[in-house]
């Protein structure tokens, strides 16, 4: 089957930008690094905001596709380019025509970035007990906390803060605050060990004055719930780009490498173990595509805003986070071994992509947490069981 334009220039940029600059991409650079705008300049930045929002509307289904390209590519490029779908998901479900045409007409015209603010220390994932507050004053709302981690927080147009009511403890929000606001501070850039090229940071909130009408309708923890679906959907994509590429390095080593006076590619034991990364490969796609498939079913429906508010954390983007994360790791981590002495340092790609594909079982949630969610939400549930 021909390939769709836009993966065609996803694949193109991949080549040109990606591939052979993993030492730069590695590096921690300043952010955002240029691969950024280069991707931009293909016309494909924020590929999944709505055609109402003047974006391409592309779906979560082709996001799938674009993703598990980018990340062949690099994790951290994907990883930076895809996560504001979490925030502009909020905003589109749930923010008013105004907040709308305000920041996602702008943010698609202006090829520019956003971010979510979840995360504190001291709640980790509980995060019914974040301490970040929004106080009423008039017209207004007076934001003050700390936020452990956020990705693209510095460069971001805006940002969405989930927030405890000061006024009733047992409340919580999601508030759009531009990034402008005084009293936004960025305290640190955190130095992660893999997805280098994306930027996470601490930033901490200073009697931010926002207006009340940037307040989006529902309760906070469960808007960020919904707006995970999407983006836990394409991190477990970033594991299924990282496996490709950690074969196919194991292929090209293999026909070079030489075992018992033949390369190792006509060796049983190799032919064995690529076998097994195939059919793990090809179960991660299938699900990915199924998980993006379930999300687009609900997105696509009039009433789509309130049926992912009722569903809250979809099973499927659960199911496909934890698998992907873990038979990823398996991958690169058997895929390391080929590679003897040298897999194991930074000569090799392949120690790159083992660092890289460590996040897909921590960030928006690590494995426990996730099983936790599964127990209470789809097993305890007789009716939700499989
Ligand atoms: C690169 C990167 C980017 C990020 N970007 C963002 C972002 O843009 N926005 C944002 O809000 N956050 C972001 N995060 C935060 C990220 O989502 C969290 O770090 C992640 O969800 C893990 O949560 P935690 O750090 O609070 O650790 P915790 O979840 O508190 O985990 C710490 C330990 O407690 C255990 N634990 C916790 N809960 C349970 C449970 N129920 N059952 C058993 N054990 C449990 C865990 O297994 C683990 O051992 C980012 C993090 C990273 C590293």
Known sequence: MRQPDYLRTVQSFVRNELIGNEAELDSLAAAPIPAYQRFAETGLANWWLPKESGGLGLNLEESVRIVSELSYGDAGVAFGLFLPILTTSMISWYGSDELKERYLTPLQADNGFCATMGSEHAAGSELARITTTARRDGETLVLNGEKAFSTNADFGRFLVVVVRAEENPSAFHAVLVPRDTPGITV????????????????????????????????????????????????????????????????????????????????????????????????????????????????????????????????????????????????????????????????????????????????????????????????????????
């Open 187 to 386: 305290e640190k850039r955190w130095d992660v060990i893999g997805v280098r090229a994306s930027a996470t940071y601490q930033v901490s909130l200073r009697d931010c004055r926002v207006p009340a009408a940037n307040l989006l309708q529902g309760n906070g923890l469960r808007l960020l719930e919904v707006g995970l679906n999407a983006s836990r959907i394409l991190i477990a994509t970033t594991a299924l780009g990282i496996a490709r590429r950690a074969r196919d390095l194991c292929m090209d080593y293999a026909k070079t490498k030489q075992v018992k006076g033949a390369p190792l590619a006509s060796n049983p034991v190799f032919a064995a173990k690529l076998g097994q990364f195939e059919m793990q490969i090809d179960v991660m796609l299938n699900q990915c595509l199924a998980a993006a498939r379930d999300y687009d079913a609900i997105a696509e429906r009039p009433d789509a805003a309130e049926e992912f508010l009722r569903a809250g954390t979809l099973k499927s983007a659960l199911t496909t986070k934890m698998f992907c994360g873990q038979t990823g790791w398996q991958i690169v981590s058997a895929a390391s071994e080929m590679f003897g002495g040298v897999g194991y340092t930074h000569e090799s790609i392949i120690s790159k992509l083992l660092r890289d594909v460590r996040y897909v079982s921590i960030v928006e949630g690590g494995d426990d947490v996730l099983r936790d969610l599964m127990f209470a939400r789809y097993v305890v549930p007789v009716s939700k069981r499989s």
